[in-house]
Each structure stands twice: as C-alpha cells, then as structure tokens.
C-alpha cells in the first residue's frame, strides 16, 4: 500500500489570517509616511480590503484625506458629508455608528446605506477619523472599524517618532558642526595662509581644499551619505593638516572598494579622524590608519592612531553625554549611530594610556529608511 500525500495549504482560517497580514503589511509603509492626503489616498485602498466595505474615507479637522471605494454619482455625494458625519468623533473621540437617515443619500440602488466612524488616535489625541461604509451596519463590522482605526492609530505614532528621531539627528549634527567647525578652521585657514607668500600656488589649492571640504561638511542636504564620499571629505580634511603639520603625520587608508557605496550617517568618519589626528600628534609625530573593511552584511570602519591614548573613563564619560575637549564630537556620533541603527551598533573605543587609541564602528549594508542624499 502506498500513501499518497496531499499538499496542505491550510485551513481557511490560516488562509483568512495570512491575507488580513498581507494587506496590512501593504498599507503600513505609507501609513509611516505620516497621514498626509498623498499617504491616506494610498493606504486606503488596503485598508478598505481590511474591512471588506463598499467605501471608506479618512478625514481630519481639515476635511477629507482619502477616499476609496464606490465611484460616480454615488462618490460625489458621500464624499462631500463625509467631513460633517466625522466631525462629532472628532470631537469627542467615540466610535459612532449612523443609520440610513444619516448616510442614505436617496438613490435605492447606491450600496451605502450605513457607516461606522472609529478614531484615530495618538498621543491621547484624535488626529483623524476612519468612516466605513456598507450596506448594513453589525457587530462585527464596528468592531473590525475600530480595531482597524487602533492599528492605524499605531502606524501614525509610528510615523511621528520617525519625524522626532530625524528632528533629534539634525539637531545633533547641527551641534556636531558647532563644535567641529572652530577647532578646524582657524588652524585650515593659519596653515593656508603660511603659504601665500612662499608657495602661492600651494595656498591656492589648500584654498579650494577648504572650500570643498566646507561646502560639504555645511550642506543642508540631509542625514545620510556614502563612504565613498564620506571619505573624500576625510582626504580633504588631512591634506589641509599635513600642510600643517607636514611630515609628522603619516596616514594610512585600508579600503575595501566593496564596502564604498555604503550609505552611514552624514560625519560620521572625520570627527573620529579628527580625534587622531589630535590624539596622534601630541607626543610630536603620529600615525594614523582608517580601514573600511567588508563584514558580509556588515561594513566595518576603524580609524587607529599610535598616540598618547586616553584614560577609559574620560572616554566612557564621552560617550555618555560628559563634555570631554579631548574628544570632539565622539559622544555625538555615537549617539547618532544607536539613534539610526539600534544600541548594538554604536562605538566601540579601545585605548589605555601610552597605547593609542582606536575607534571602531559597524553599519549594516542595508537598513530600512536609510538612503544616502543627493
């Protein structure tokens, strides 16, 4: 006897669960955009197939967002009283359930004849409405509206902590800039302008050095880079200080090409360099090597100097917050690293005094949400 076997493809239960799964998953990424007209008009479309309704709308104090459902003649009519039917939930944040004499509009063959108007909710705060429409109003229904409305709710919370989080990193690298920019100038412009009357031409291009380096360390084109050009910063940024300091400082670059169009957070790379070069050079010469090395997922970046080194708890004070002159900007970007990718991914500092010091730091290849400005 032989057993023949059968494909399982589930019960309609499991199916039911995996398509209500699925279509969430549709609606969330334009959900996390924030509920703007553009976002609700795309979400709406799966959250109707949620509810299984013949329409539904979102609306604001402002009026509606999104509608999605029954067209012509019957569209008009709805639309236009959709921001009336949702002005008391609104207000008082209750779900409401309307009848015919408060949805119907007249025509007996237009499927909508009831609705269910659930809020939306963050922060303890009813920011929109979810009106579902259909032909006759259950339990069921008003209960899917308004687990529906808590999801969104969610979504929406979610979408205003990314806009804090964005808000909190551009104050951080607003901050970065301040305290970066006073150190690196003035000794920029010095070493520039001991050359004006012995090697013009030098001065010249250490001008334009400069000016590259500032425009890019100064622009406003948001959060996020490559390595690639990350690092061309951090070349420019040591040709203005070994016009300053000449041979006493030695750099090496250990650069996997595979790891360059890595997109990392906007200065991340040269206020640690800055660091070692500060660092590096206090005993009157110094080395430094960066390495950018390929870790499968993972791009590995470290930037090492054979200087004095610092005491462990001068730097673990920096990376908590502690104002620290010997290190500029190192607990800022450490903070903006844990900020985008999570607390496992921020700086990793060995040092001990008389022992250099070296700072290393992972970043995924691939991490939703980042991508590099243009």
Not at 356 to 373: D, E, L, N, Q
Request: charged share 25%; with cysteine; aromatic share 6%.
């Amino acid at each position: 006897m032989f057993a023949r076997r059968r494909k399982h493809f589930g019960t309609p239960a499991d199916k039911a669960t995996y398509a209500t799964l699925h279509t969430a998953s549709l609606a969330s990424p334009h959900l996390r955009e924030g509920l703007t007209p553009a976002a609700a008009g795309k979400a709406s479309r799966h959250l109707r197939d949620l509810l299984g309704t013949a329409a539904i709308a979102i609306c604001d104090s402002s009026g509606v967002l999104a509608w999605d459902g029954v067209g012509g003649p019957y569209e008009s009519n709805h639309r236009r009283d959709a921001k009336d039917l949702a002005a008391p939930t609104l207000r008082s944040g209750r779900t409401a359930v309307l009848g015919a004499h408060d949805v119907a509009c007249g025509d007996p063959q237009c499927p909508i004849r009831t609705a269910v108007v659930a809020p939306i909710v963050t922060e303890e705060r009813v920011v929109a409405v979810l009106v579902a429409y259909s032909n006759s109003t259950s339990a069921a229904l008003v209960r899917a509206t308004e687990e529906v409305a808590r999801w969104v709710s969610g979504q929406v919370e979610l979408a205003e902590l990314n806009k804090e989080r964005t808000r909190a990193m551009e104050a951080e690298l607003r901050a970065l800039r301040a305290q970066i920019s006073p150190h690196f100038i003035y000794n920029a412009l010095a070493a520039i302008a001991s050359f004006v009357r012995t090697d013009p031409e030098r001065a010249r291009e250490l001008l334009l050095e400069f000016a590259d380096f500032s425009r890019y360390a100064l622009r406003r084109g948001g959060e996020f880079t490559t390595l690639a050009d990350e690092l061309r910063n951090v070349e420019r940024y040591l040709v203005l200080e070994q016009a300053r300091f000449g041979e006493r400082l030695k750099v090496s670059l250990q650069i996997a090409p595979e790891v360059l169009p890595v997109v990392i957070p906007f200065l991340v790379v040269q206020p640690l360099v800055e660091n070692a070069v500060r660092h590096g050079l206090e005993s009157g010469a110094g080395s430094i090597t960066i390495r950018a090395r390929d870790r499968i997922n993972e791009a590995e970046i470290s930037v090492e100097d054979d200087g004095a080194g610092s005491d462990p708890e001068v730097i673990r004070a920096a990376l908590s917050g502690g104002s620290s002159s010997d290190s500029v900007g190192l607990g800022n970007v450490d903070a903006r690293l844990r900020q985008v990718y999570g607390d496992t991914y921020g700086l990793v500092v060995e040092t001990a005094l008389d022992a250099g010091t070296k700072v290393t730091f992972r970043i995924p290849k691939y991490s939703s949400g980042v991508h590099a400005s243009p």
